[in-house]
Every structure is written in C-alpha cells, then in structure tokens.
C-alpha cells in the first residue's frame, strides 16, 4: 500500500467455515438473553489469522461475536454501506508519508472514508496540519486521545512491516525498490540480464482485479493505488524514507515561499502522452504541460469534477494552481528560512538557463530556454501539501483527453449509460464498452485487462535517454487473491515480485534460493473501525471502549513471531506521541456496566 494510500476494510471468516450474509441480531442488544454483549463483524474472506485472535479476545471478555463476511470488496461496501456491523477489521497505509494524510480521510466529518462526525476531531486535524516538530507531536497526542481513548472510534491492533519477495534467479533485486510510503515503483526494475529487459514480460502481483477507476483522482484503494502511480506523473515524488524530492517527477525543481503558503514547480519538457493504438501504446506528441498540471491538480480539488470523486479531500489545501509567467516574482520571493530566491532554487541544474516563462505549451522549449513554471498557493501555511501531490491522485492527466470524455452532467451522471474516463468497463478485454483512451503521462501505460491480469506497456515518449526511461518494455500485473497462492507462483517463477510476502511465510522465502527478502519498515496500521450510526455501539462510547479495552496487542505480535509492532492510531508509524494501548479486563468491566446503566 503503501498507496500506496490504502484503505482497505479486511475480512472475517465464520467458526465454523459458514457465511453470513446477513445479520440477523441488531448491534449491542442481548441477543441470547445471557447477557452478553452482541457485535457484528464485518469484512471480506482473506483475514482469518486476525479475525481468529479478535473474535477470540472479544469472547474471553464477554461478548458475543456475531459475523457478516462477504466474498468480496464490491459486496462488502452494499453492506457497509447498509450499516449492516458494528465493527470492520480495517487496514490504513499512508502513502504520503504525512500525518495529516493518516486521518484526514479516515477521521474528519465528510471526509473520503470517515464515518466519524466529530467537531472536536475535525479541530484537532486541521490545526495539527498547520504545526511542526514539537507543536505538531503534541496536538496529535491531543487527537489520539480524542479519537482512540476519549470516543474509541476505532481499536488499533498492530502496525505492520514490509515485506517483499523478488525471483531474483530472473529479476535484479538491487533494481526493485521497496519506498515505506510511496508504491512500487516500476520504471526502475530490470531483469538479470539486460538483454530480456525489451523482450521478457515482468509478471508483478496485486490481489484485487476489480479497479476501482483509472481516472486518479476517482480511487484510492489497492485495486489502484500501484496501478495509477505508475500511470500518471507526479509534480513531486516520495523517496524510499518519504522525503518529498522533484527527482523522477515532471518537476526539474520545486520550491516553498517564505511564509508556506506559495510553491513552485519548473516543469521538463521530455514527458509526452501516451496512448494506445492496435494494442500497442504511441507516443501523442502532446507534451505534458502547464496547463495539464493546472486542469488536473483544478479537478483533484474539486469534489463536483467527477461522479463519486474520492480523493478530493486530500487537495482540500490547495487554493489556486496557476502558470507563472513573470520571471520577476520568481527573483523577488524568497525560500522559507533562507536568503536565496526561488528563481535560485529552481534554475538548479537545468539544461539550460531560463531565458522565459511560457504560458502555451506549443511555446515551450528547455533547449532554447524557454520553461514553464506552476505556482500552487496553499490559504494556510501547510507544508504537508507537497506529500499529497505526491499521492497517485496528484497524476497529470490530458486536458484535452478528459474533456472530450467526460461530456456528460457530472450531477446527472448514470452509471448505465455515461462512459467517464478512466472507467475499467473500457479497456476490459470482452466488455461491450471496450475502447482504450486512456492517456499516460507516467512511465507505463494500460493496455487492455480481464480476470486474469492487466497489461501494461512502456511509454515510448517517457524521459527517453534518462536514468528513468523505464527498463522493461512490458509489465503484466497477476490478480492472485490468496495470498499462500500468490507465494507458490513467485516460487515457481509465474509472477517475480510479491510485494507483500505474510510475515507467518518469510522463512519460506529465506530458504529459497531463487528468492529474495526485500525489508522495510512500513506506514502500514491494522485497526477496528466501529459503526458510528444506527447502532446501539454507535450511540455509546462506553460500549465501544468495552472493545477498545479488549484488545490485546502484545497477542498480534506474539502470533506474527515479532513482526509487528503496536499502534495507537493510523499516525503511529509518523508520529510519536508516547501514548500505548493496554488490554485491561477490568475496564471492560467497568464500560460494560456504565454501558448498562446507561440504558
């Protein structure tokens, strides 16, 4: 994940190997006349090792587990969207590397996936994303108290490593990456011998085979997440300990005005659009421009751009995204806490000076001097904005691509009829929609997909002659849903990176000799997310601490042979606050019985 942003609701399996569908207990209400407390669980088929220890540690202090499991994400989300639990097994991989990316989202009334409606929370998030240092480590101590220990909107079970499995009897594993944020990057990988790099399919992994959009700013999932990061270019990248840098971005340069509300961008001009033609992708000769960044980063913000926008609330922060032209203002505005201007900072190692800024991408010329350069203004100061341009759903598309898509009335917008960009329907082997017209900006393009894998093909038109010309010509991405099924085949050479190896299996891959083990820590939190609506545990926070207080880290980490580590919250991994989650049998007690004579 980590995109990779990824909210990703795991799963429940039955005692007994049964399904549920539907619950036939309402949430908290003693069901069996014993007096236990009734909760329902929520998920997919794929978290039983979690699932088991939850349920386990949740019956030894007195409740009654009731389970819902669907067989998939698209059935999960009708029922979560009916209400139909109590409690979701819930994972959350900041893929920004910033702390206000790990709640915004998740936590803040409206946002993309909270269903938590809180003003004291919603105060606390914004103002720690205007702080830093110790500032910021104190008012997200603040919000951890709120959100986990005062209201117990979720229980955090454990954060997760990273694990990665190369075949590197086929595959350089020095050339595969493995970023703690940012996802898997593909341009960089290249085969043993070079010499298959043109002609040798990389087989890479991704469980989910439903996507979700390939319009980046319609989906951030791990049906996506990869796919659209190396699809679209960004203004700014994530290294592999998250610090924001220009390098492998549309951006020679960038640059924060004093006062951190102003950042700058001068853009390349060796980046074109990729299309597909007769299942092969062609090189547009559209440049990637100014004006595509501004249509672009203009949607992201805007919930109304498209028909169930997702990742809007993660460009809340940006005001205005223009093309600067006066090279003055670029002289004249300095770098926060320095003395050097932005003009200093930005002409850095270009391949020629500046001799003018462009606004018309047809007037764009780096040989000849001629650049042109994005301002994007923050109405607060909020550093924090660079990390989410880094987001996949920061991707440079086509301005002229989309537009001459998306015709239809986003308020009047009918699924059933009306083809949006990036829909999967259309580039899906079989569909009665299929016709490719995506456009890429990033290294790789998608080609067609079905069941079994997508295909994806090098960008012809992508920093040709550059370090980060993509190495390998053509990339299938495998949809292997178990993840034990997803080890067999990179043991037997059928895919040749599992990015996510079990930490139960790592000594399977330390044993084999034509593995890899790839590690790395991770922005990875495991939680339970409870139901803030329309059910008893809904109403009380005493019954929703009862939980809280059930939770047995130390339980996780012993059953993960120490490849865990504890959580307060999603920010854990970014954010030390000294705060820790201790079981308690006791507490339970004592919120069970204030949640009974509360009644």
């Known amino acids: 994940m980590k995109k990779r942003l990824l909210f990703l609701v795991i799963t429940v399996l039955a005692l007994a190997g049964c399904v549920q569908t539907k619950t036939d207990v309402e949430g908290g209400k003693d069901s069996k006349g014993d007096g236990k407390s009734s909760i329902e669980l929520l998920g997919m088929a794929s978290g039983e090792e979690d699932m088991n220890i939850v ?13 819902n499991i669907q067989p998939d994400y698209g059935s999960f989300s009708a029922q979560k969207e009916a209400g139909n639990y109590d409690i979701a097994l819930s994972s959350w991989t900041t893929v920004t590397g910033n702390p206000d990316y790990a709640v915004r989202g998740l936590f803040k009334t409206g946002g993309d996936y909270s269903v938590v409606a809180d003003s004291n929370l919603d105060a606390l998030i914004d103002e720690a994303s205007t702080l830093t240092g110790d500032e910021a480590i104190a008012k997200y101590k603040d919000l951890e108290e709120r959100l986990v220990f005062d209201q117990a909107y979720i229980a955090p079970l454990y954060i997760s490593n990273k694990y990665q499995g190369i075949y590197s009897e086929l595959v350089n594993p020095k050339s595969v990456l493995l970023p703690k944020s940012r996802a898997q990057v593909w341009e960089n990988i290249e085969f043993n011998d070079t010499s298959l790099n043109s002609t040798e399919t990389l087989i890479l992994h991704q469980t989910l085979d439903s996507l979700t959009s390939l319009d980046p700013i319609k989906g951030n999932d791990g049906s996506i997440n990869t796919l ?9 990248n994530l290294t592999d300990t ?52 501004v249509f672009s980063l203009n949607r992201a913000k805007d919930s109304k751009s498209v028909p169930d926008h997702r990742t809007y609330s993660i460009h809340e922060n940006i005001e205005t995204v223009e093309t600067v032209t006066d090279l003055t203002e ?25 001799a003018q800024l462009v606004k018309d991408k047809d007037a764009v010329s780096n040989a000849s001097g001629a650049y042109q350069v994005v301002k994007i203004t923050t ?20 301005e002229k691509q989309v537009t001459s898509i998306n015709t239809f009335d986003v308020a009047n917008y009918n699924p059933d009829k009306d083809i949006a960009y990036g829909d999967q329907a259309t580039i899906t082997e079989g569909s009665a929609t299929y016709n490719n017209q995506l456009y890429a900006s990033g290294p790789y393009i998608l080609v067609q997909k079905n069941d079994y894998e997508a295909q994806f093909v090098k960008n012809p038109a992508y920093r040709v002659g550059s370090e980060y010309e993509p190495k390998i010509a053509k990339i299938n991405v495998r949809f292997i849903a178990d993840n034990d099924s997803a080890l067999s085949a990179l043991r037997n050479g059928e895919i040749h990176v599992l990015q996510a190896v079990p930490e139960t299996k790592l000594d399977i891959v330390k044993s084999d000799a034509k593995l890899t083990l790839n590690t790395a820590d991770s922005n990875a939190v495991t939680y339970l997310q409870m139901n803030t609506s329309g059910r008893a545990f809904s109403k009380s926070a005493d019954l929703r601490k009862a939980i809280l207080y059930s939770i047995n880290q130390d339980e996780f980490i012993s059953y993960y042979q120490g490849n865990k580590k504890p959580a307060v919250s999603t920010v854990s991994p970014l954010v030390n606050t000294g705060l820790k989650l201790e079981a ?12 009974n004579d509360a009644k």
């Open 379 to 398: 109405p607060t100061p909020f550093p924090q904005v660079l990390n989410y341009l880094a987001h996949q759903s920061g991707g440079i598309v086509s």
């Open 330 to 354: 670029l002289q004249n505005k300095k770098v926060a806490g320095s003395d050097k201007s932005i003009l200093d900072v930005l002409t850095q190692n270009l391949p020629t000076t500046i």
């Open 242 to 293: 998250d610090k924001v840098v220009s390098d492998g971005s549309l951006s020679y340069n960038h640059a924060i005005a004093d006062g951190n509300q102003e950042y700058y961008f001068i853009l390349r001009d060796d980046i074109h659009f990729a299309a597909v033609k007769d299942g092969a992708a062609v090189d547009t000769g559209e440049l990637v421009s100014a004006e595509d960044v």
């Open 228 to 236: 659209n990061t190396n699809m679209y270019v960004r203004l700014v």
């Open 584 to 595: 308690d049998s006791e507490k339970v007690k004592e919120f069970l019985q204030a949640a």
């Open 55 to 67: 349920r386990d540690q949740l019956v030894k202090n007195g409740f009654d587990v009731k389970l």
